[in-house]
Protein backbone atom coordinates (compact mmCIF):
# COMPACT_ATOMS: atom_id res chain seq x y z
CA UNK A 1 0.00 0.00 0.00
CA UNK A 2 1.14 3.41 -1.07
CA UNK A 3 2.03 6.28 1.64
CA UNK A 4 2.03 9.78 0.73
CA UNK A 5 4.43 11.83 3.07
CA UNK A 6 5.94 15.52 3.63
CA UNK A 7 9.13 14.83 4.36
CA UNK A 8 11.61 17.60 5.89
CA UNK A 9 14.17 18.12 3.23
CA UNK A 10 15.98 21.55 4.81
CA UNK A 11 15.56 23.05 8.06
CA UNK A 12 13.78 26.56 6.99
CA UNK A 13 15.55 29.76 7.31
CA UNK A 14 13.35 32.32 8.43
CA UNK A 15 10.21 31.71 6.68
CA UNK A 16 9.63 28.56 5.48
CA UNK A 17 10.06 27.45 1.13
CA UNK A 18 10.07 25.41 -1.45
CA UNK A 19 11.75 22.59 -1.55
CA UNK A 20 12.40 22.63 2.60
CA UNK A 21 8.86 19.80 2.62
CA UNK A 22 8.68 17.40 -0.83
CA UNK A 23 5.84 15.14 -0.67
CA UNK A 24 6.96 11.60 -1.16
CA UNK A 25 4.95 8.27 -2.13
CA UNK A 26 6.87 5.21 -0.20
CA UNK A 27 5.64 2.00 1.07
CA UNK A 28 3.34 1.37 3.91
CA UNK A 29 5.66 -1.31 6.46
CA UNK A 30 3.83 -4.69 6.88
CA UNK A 31 2.80 -4.40 10.72
CA UNK A 32 5.11 -6.57 13.54
CA UNK A 33 3.77 -7.90 16.88
CA UNK A 34 2.28 -4.84 19.15
CA UNK A 35 1.64 -2.28 16.42
CA UNK A 36 -0.85 -0.59 14.67
CA UNK A 37 -2.29 1.23 11.45
CA UNK A 38 -3.86 4.28 11.29
CA UNK A 39 -5.44 6.21 8.24
CA UNK A 40 -5.18 9.60 9.25
CA UNK A 41 -8.52 11.63 8.50
CA UNK A 42 -7.49 15.12 9.86
CA UNK A 43 -4.12 16.61 10.29
CA UNK A 44 -3.73 19.71 12.92
CA UNK A 45 -1.50 22.66 11.63
CA UNK A 46 -0.20 24.11 14.73
CA UNK A 47 2.65 26.96 15.06
CA UNK A 48 4.62 24.54 16.95
CA UNK A 49 5.34 22.39 14.14
CA UNK A 50 7.59 25.49 13.05
CA UNK A 51 10.05 25.10 15.58
CA UNK A 52 9.81 21.43 15.22
CA UNK A 53 11.77 22.62 12.04
CA UNK A 54 14.66 23.98 13.12
CA UNK A 55 16.76 20.90 14.30
CA UNK A 56 16.80 22.43 18.08
CA UNK A 57 15.70 20.35 21.04
CA UNK A 58 12.72 21.83 22.82
CA UNK A 59 10.46 20.00 25.06
CA UNK A 60 10.54 17.79 22.21
CA UNK A 61 13.11 15.93 20.35
CA UNK A 62 14.75 18.03 17.32
CA UNK A 63 13.14 16.52 13.80
CA UNK A 64 15.88 15.83 11.43
CA UNK A 65 16.10 15.68 7.78
CA UNK A 66 14.75 13.34 5.83
CA UNK A 67 12.18 12.59 8.84
CA UNK A 68 8.34 12.68 8.03
CA UNK A 69 6.73 16.29 9.01
CA UNK A 70 5.70 15.67 12.46
CA UNK A 71 2.10 17.12 13.36
CA UNK A 72 -1.10 15.75 15.23
CA UNK A 73 -4.14 13.81 13.47
CA UNK A 74 -7.21 11.90 13.85
CA UNK A 75 -7.48 8.68 12.45
CA UNK A 76 -8.86 5.09 12.20
CA UNK A 77 -7.45 1.93 13.36
CA UNK A 78 -7.11 0.11 9.49
CA UNK A 79 -4.87 -3.34 11.40
CA UNK A 80 -3.76 -4.06 14.89
CA UNK A 81 -1.38 -6.23 16.21
CA UNK A 82 -2.03 -4.55 19.80
CA UNK A 83 -4.30 -5.96 22.16
CA UNK A 84 -5.10 -2.16 23.48
CA UNK A 85 -6.07 -1.31 19.96
CA UNK A 86 -9.39 -2.57 18.01
CA UNK A 87 -9.39 -1.82 14.38
CA UNK A 88 -11.98 0.95 13.45
CA UNK A 89 -11.51 2.63 16.84
CA UNK A 90 -10.69 6.42 16.04
CA UNK A 91 -7.45 7.66 17.47
CA UNK A 92 -5.71 10.69 18.07
CA UNK A 93 -1.95 11.06 18.27
CA UNK A 94 1.09 12.46 16.33
CA UNK A 95 0.21 10.54 13.39
CA UNK A 96 2.46 13.19 11.04
CA UNK A 97 1.87 14.80 7.44
CA UNK A 98 1.01 11.86 5.89
CA UNK A 99 -2.47 9.61 4.77
CA UNK A 100 -1.00 6.40 7.14
CA UNK A 101 1.19 5.49 10.26
CA UNK A 102 1.86 2.58 11.57
CA UNK A 103 2.44 2.84 15.49
CA UNK A 104 3.21 0.80 18.78
CA UNK A 105 0.33 2.86 20.60
CA UNK A 106 2.33 4.98 22.71
CA UNK A 107 0.97 8.57 22.76
CA UNK A 108 -2.18 6.77 20.85
CA UNK A 109 -5.50 8.12 23.08
CA UNK A 110 -9.12 7.25 21.78
CA UNK A 111 -11.32 9.53 20.52
CA UNK A 112 -15.07 8.98 22.34
CA UNK A 113 -17.71 8.18 20.07
CA UNK A 114 -21.53 8.43 19.80
CA UNK A 115 -21.11 11.76 21.68
CA UNK A 116 -22.87 14.19 18.88
CA UNK A 117 -19.88 16.23 18.24
CA UNK A 118 -18.22 16.09 14.62
CA UNK A 119 -15.06 14.38 14.56
CA UNK A 120 -13.19 17.49 13.57
CA UNK A 121 -13.72 18.55 17.14
CA UNK A 122 -12.09 16.50 19.01
CA UNK A 123 -9.01 18.65 16.86
CA UNK A 124 -10.31 21.95 18.05
CA UNK A 125 -12.51 22.95 20.41
CA UNK A 126 -12.72 19.59 22.44
CA UNK A 127 -8.73 18.56 21.69
CA UNK A 128 -5.57 19.79 22.33
CA UNK A 129 -6.69 23.59 21.03
CA UNK A 130 -9.60 23.81 23.48
CA UNK A 131 -7.47 21.92 26.25
CA UNK A 132 -4.56 24.54 26.12
CA UNK A 133 -7.07 27.73 26.49
CA UNK A 134 -8.71 25.73 29.29
CA UNK A 135 -5.96 25.00 31.10
CA UNK A 136 -3.92 27.85 30.27
CA UNK A 137 -6.73 30.28 31.85
CA UNK A 138 -8.45 28.70 34.40
CA UNK A 139 -5.56 26.43 35.84
CA UNK A 140 -3.00 29.26 35.58
CA UNK A 141 -4.61 32.43 36.74
CA UNK A 142 -8.15 31.69 37.83
CA UNK A 143 -9.77 34.54 37.07
CA UNK A 144 -12.20 36.79 38.12
CA UNK A 145 -14.85 38.72 37.70
CA UNK A 146 -13.99 42.20 36.60
CA UNK A 147 -10.28 41.68 36.25
CA UNK A 148 -9.33 42.94 32.84
CA UNK A 149 -8.14 40.01 30.27
CA UNK A 150 -5.54 40.59 27.39
CA UNK A 151 -5.39 37.53 24.49
CA UNK A 152 -2.77 38.19 21.84
CA UNK A 153 -3.57 36.07 18.36
CA UNK A 154 -7.26 36.03 19.82
CA UNK A 155 -9.48 35.34 17.01
CA UNK A 156 -7.09 32.32 16.06
CA UNK A 157 -7.56 28.66 17.56
CA UNK A 158 -6.70 28.92 20.88
CA UNK A 159 -7.35 32.46 21.44
CA UNK A 160 -10.63 32.78 20.50
CA UNK A 161 -11.39 30.20 23.33
CA UNK A 162 -9.66 31.24 25.99
CA UNK A 163 -11.94 35.37 24.97
CA UNK A 164 -14.74 33.54 25.27
CA UNK A 165 -14.00 31.53 28.33
CA UNK A 166 -12.63 35.04 29.73
CA UNK A 167 -16.02 36.52 29.19
CA UNK A 168 -18.01 32.99 30.92
CA UNK A 169 -15.57 33.81 33.63
CA UNK A 170 -17.00 37.71 33.91
CA UNK A 171 -13.57 39.37 32.91
CA UNK A 172 -13.39 41.95 30.77
CA UNK A 173 -11.59 40.91 27.26
CA UNK A 174 -9.66 42.74 24.88
CA UNK A 175 -8.37 40.56 21.98
CA UNK A 176 -5.56 41.61 19.80
CA UNK A 177 -5.71 40.69 16.01
CA UNK A 178 -4.39 41.52 12.69
CA UNK A 179 -7.07 42.48 10.54
CA UNK A 180 -10.41 44.45 11.11
CA UNK A 181 -12.40 41.23 10.04
CA UNK A 182 -10.92 39.49 13.15
CA UNK A 183 -11.47 42.24 15.08
CA UNK A 184 -15.03 42.95 13.98
CA UNK A 185 -15.46 39.17 14.47
CA UNK A 186 -14.27 38.99 18.08
CA UNK A 187 -16.66 41.69 19.01
CA UNK A 188 -19.57 41.30 16.84
CA UNK A 189 -19.40 37.36 17.70
CA UNK A 190 -17.90 36.25 19.99
CA UNK A 191 -18.86 39.57 22.39
CA UNK A 192 -15.55 40.26 23.81
CA UNK A 193 -15.45 44.04 25.19
CA UNK A 194 -12.98 45.50 22.86
CA UNK A 195 -10.46 44.20 19.72
CA UNK A 196 -7.34 45.75 18.74
CA UNK A 197 -5.60 45.83 15.53
CA UNK A 198 -2.17 45.17 16.08
CA UNK A 199 -0.95 45.56 12.63
CA UNK A 200 -3.16 48.71 11.96
CA UNK A 201 -3.74 50.71 15.13
CA UNK A 202 -1.25 52.28 17.54
CA UNK A 203 -1.32 49.27 19.90
CA UNK A 204 0.44 51.16 23.19
CA UNK A 205 -2.29 53.75 22.78
CA UNK A 206 -5.29 51.65 22.41
CA UNK A 207 -4.18 49.80 25.31
CA UNK A 208 -4.42 52.92 27.46
CA UNK A 209 -7.55 53.22 26.27
CA UNK A 210 -9.29 50.08 26.40
CA UNK A 211 -7.62 48.99 29.67
CA UNK A 212 -7.83 52.10 31.74
CA UNK A 213 -7.37 50.11 35.33
CA UNK A 214 -4.54 48.38 33.60
CA UNK A 215 -4.23 44.59 32.72
CA UNK A 216 -4.66 41.62 35.34
CA UNK A 217 -4.43 38.82 32.97
CA UNK A 218 -2.01 38.38 29.44
CA UNK A 219 -2.73 35.47 27.71
CA UNK A 220 0.61 35.00 25.59
CA UNK A 221 0.40 33.62 22.15
CA UNK A 222 3.09 35.97 19.87
CA UNK A 223 5.86 37.85 22.28
CA UNK A 224 7.73 40.10 20.35
CA UNK A 225 6.61 43.91 20.88
CA UNK A 226 3.34 43.19 21.47
CA UNK A 227 4.46 41.74 24.70
CA UNK A 228 6.80 45.14 25.41
CA UNK A 229 3.86 46.55 25.08
CA UNK A 230 1.52 44.94 27.58
CA UNK A 231 3.92 44.69 30.04
CA UNK A 232 4.18 48.03 31.38
CA UNK A 233 0.41 47.62 31.96
CA UNK A 234 0.64 44.33 33.62
CA UNK A 235 -1.07 45.49 37.48
CA UNK A 236 0.96 44.11 40.72
CA UNK A 237 0.23 40.38 40.96
CA UNK A 238 -0.63 40.26 37.15
CA UNK A 239 -0.75 36.71 35.55
CA UNK A 240 0.64 35.76 32.43
CA UNK A 241 0.39 32.20 31.10
CA UNK A 242 3.24 32.31 28.51
CA UNK A 243 1.08 29.66 25.97
CA UNK A 244 3.06 30.84 22.76
CA UNK A 245 5.52 33.16 20.74
CA UNK A 246 4.40 32.53 17.57
CA UNK A 247 6.43 36.27 16.10
CA UNK A 248 9.34 34.58 16.88
CA UNK A 249 8.91 30.94 15.57
CA UNK A 250 10.53 32.26 11.88
CA UNK A 251 13.80 33.52 13.65
CA UNK A 252 14.96 29.80 15.61
CA UNK A 253 17.26 28.55 13.02
CA UNK A 254 18.81 32.46 13.32
CA UNK A 255 20.07 30.39 16.72
CA UNK A 256 19.86 31.12 20.70
CA UNK A 257 22.38 33.57 20.80
CA UNK A 258 21.13 35.72 18.16
CA UNK A 259 17.43 35.32 19.37
CA UNK A 260 18.52 36.49 23.22
CA UNK A 261 20.05 39.71 21.81
CA UNK A 262 16.69 40.37 20.29
CA UNK A 263 14.84 40.96 23.45
CA UNK A 264 14.49 42.85 25.88
CA UNK A 265 14.36 40.84 28.46
CA UNK A 266 16.51 41.99 30.94
CA UNK A 267 14.79 45.40 31.09
CA UNK A 268 11.04 43.51 31.43
CA UNK A 269 13.08 41.97 34.73
CA UNK A 270 12.27 44.51 36.85
CA UNK A 271 8.95 44.94 35.73
CA UNK A 272 7.95 41.56 37.06
CA UNK A 273 10.11 41.90 40.36
CA UNK A 274 8.28 45.54 40.82
CA UNK A 275 4.54 44.08 39.69
CA UNK A 276 5.02 41.10 41.22
CA UNK A 277 4.06 38.63 38.10
CA UNK A 278 3.45 35.09 37.98
CA UNK A 279 4.78 34.18 34.68
CA UNK A 280 3.91 30.40 33.86
CA UNK A 281 5.16 28.82 30.77
CA UNK A 282 3.65 25.33 30.13
CA UNK A 283 3.60 22.95 27.41
CA UNK A 284 -0.50 21.26 27.29
CA UNK A 285 0.90 18.01 26.50
CA UNK A 286 2.06 17.76 29.94
CA UNK A 287 -1.63 18.37 30.74
CA UNK A 288 -3.55 15.52 29.15
CA UNK A 289 -4.60 14.04 33.01
CA UNK A 290 -6.92 17.16 33.19
CA UNK A 291 -8.98 16.03 29.59
CA UNK A 292 -11.70 14.20 30.98
CA UNK A 293 -12.37 17.25 33.63
CA UNK A 294 -12.06 19.21 30.54
CA UNK A 295 -14.31 17.62 28.64
CA UNK A 296 -17.03 17.67 31.43
CA UNK A 297 -16.94 21.16 31.34
CA UNK A 298 -16.88 22.61 28.13
CA UNK A 299 -18.91 19.74 26.23
CA UNK A 300 -22.28 21.18 27.65
CA UNK A 301 -21.15 24.86 26.75
CA UNK A 302 -20.03 24.06 23.38
CA UNK A 303 -23.93 22.07 23.17
CA UNK A 304 -25.57 24.85 24.33
CA UNK A 305 -24.08 27.65 22.15
CA UNK A 306 -22.05 29.58 25.14
CA UNK A 307 -18.61 28.64 23.26
CA UNK A 308 -18.71 28.72 19.43
CA UNK A 309 -15.88 27.18 17.57
CA UNK A 310 -14.74 28.19 14.15
CA UNK A 311 -12.67 25.19 12.02
CA UNK A 312 -10.47 26.83 8.92
CA UNK A 313 -10.47 23.28 6.98
CA UNK A 314 -8.86 22.45 3.65
CA UNK A 315 -9.11 19.04 1.93
CA UNK A 316 -5.80 17.41 0.71
CA UNK A 317 -2.39 16.39 1.93
CA UNK A 318 -1.00 17.97 -1.10
CA UNK A 319 -2.25 21.58 0.34
CA UNK A 320 -0.39 21.07 3.99
CA UNK A 321 2.67 23.47 3.56
CA UNK A 322 0.64 26.16 1.66
CA UNK A 323 -2.05 26.40 4.65
CA UNK A 324 0.66 25.86 7.18
CA UNK A 325 2.77 29.14 5.93
CA UNK A 326 -0.60 31.12 5.48
CA UNK A 327 -1.84 30.28 9.14
CA UNK A 328 1.44 31.68 10.63
CA UNK A 329 1.15 34.83 8.35
CA UNK A 330 -2.40 35.06 9.65
CA UNK A 331 -4.55 33.95 6.75
CA UNK A 332 -6.63 31.97 9.03
CA UNK A 333 -9.36 31.67 10.74
CA UNK A 334 -9.50 29.51 13.67
CA UNK A 335 -8.24 26.61 13.86
CA UNK A 336 -6.04 25.16 10.67
CA UNK A 337 -7.17 21.25 9.64
CA UNK A 338 -6.52 19.67 6.63
CA UNK A 339 -8.36 17.16 5.75
CA UNK A 340 -6.87 14.07 4.13
CA UNK A 341 -9.81 11.62 3.39
N1 LIG B 1 1.85 25.84 25.15
C1 LIG B 1 1.18 24.95 24.46
O1 LIG B 1 1.08 23.78 24.82
C2 LIG B 1 0.48 25.39 23.19
C3 LIG B 1 -0.50 24.59 22.58
C4 LIG B 1 -1.13 25.08 21.43
C5 LIG B 1 -0.77 26.32 20.90
N2 LIG B 1 0.21 27.04 21.53
C6 LIG B 1 0.60 28.38 21.04
O2 LIG B 1 -0.55 29.19 20.99
C7 LIG B 1 -0.37 30.19 19.99
C8 LIG B 1 -1.58 30.17 19.08
O3 LIG B 1 -1.64 28.90 18.44
P1 LIG B 1 -2.92 28.48 17.56
O4 LIG B 1 -2.78 27.06 17.24
O5 LIG B 1 -4.12 28.96 18.24
O6 LIG B 1 -2.68 29.31 16.23
P2 LIG B 1 -3.61 30.45 15.63
O7 LIG B 1 -3.74 31.53 16.63
O8 LIG B 1 -4.85 29.83 15.08
O9 LIG B 1 -2.74 30.94 14.39
C9 LIG B 1 -1.62 31.71 14.61
C10 LIG B 1 -1.97 33.21 14.59
O10 LIG B 1 -0.90 33.94 15.12
C11 LIG B 1 -1.00 35.28 14.66
N3 LIG B 1 0.34 35.80 14.38
C12 LIG B 1 1.25 35.35 13.49
N4 LIG B 1 2.38 36.09 13.54
C13 LIG B 1 2.15 37.05 14.47
C14 LIG B 1 2.92 38.14 14.97
N5 LIG B 1 4.16 38.39 14.50
N6 LIG B 1 2.39 38.92 15.92
C15 LIG B 1 1.13 38.69 16.39
N7 LIG B 1 0.35 37.68 15.95
C16 LIG B 1 0.86 36.87 15.00
C17 LIG B 1 -1.83 35.25 13.37
O11 LIG B 1 -3.05 35.97 13.62
P3 LIG B 1 -3.17 37.55 13.32
O12 LIG B 1 -3.96 37.67 12.05
O13 LIG B 1 -3.91 38.03 14.51
O14 LIG B 1 -1.78 38.10 13.19
C18 LIG B 1 -2.17 33.77 13.20
O15 LIG B 1 -3.49 33.57 12.74
C19 LIG B 1 0.94 29.88 19.29
O16 LIG B 1 1.96 30.67 19.84
C20 LIG B 1 1.17 28.42 19.64
O17 LIG B 1 2.51 28.03 19.59
C21 LIG B 1 0.83 26.59 22.64
Not at 68 to 78: H, L, Q, S, V, Y
Not at 274 to 296: A, E, M, T, Y
Request: charged fraction near 20%; include cysteine; proline fraction near 4%.
Amino acid sequence: MKNKQWILKKFPVGEISEGDLVLEENEVPSLSDSQILIRNIYLSLDPANRGWMSGQKSYVDAMQTGDTMRGGTIGIIEESKNEKFKKGEIVNCMGGWQQYCVSDGKGVRQIPQGTGFPLDCYMSILGMTGLTAYFGLLDITDPQPGETLVVSAAAGAVGSIVCQIGKIKGCRVIGIAGSDAKCKWLVDELGIDSAINYKSENLRQKLKETCPDGIDIYFENVAGPILEAILPMMNVHGRIPLCGMISWYNAGRLGADALFDTLSLPKMWRTILVKRLSINGFIISDHWKQFPNFLNEVEPLVNEGLINYIEDITQGLENAPQQFIGMLDGKNHGKTIIQLF
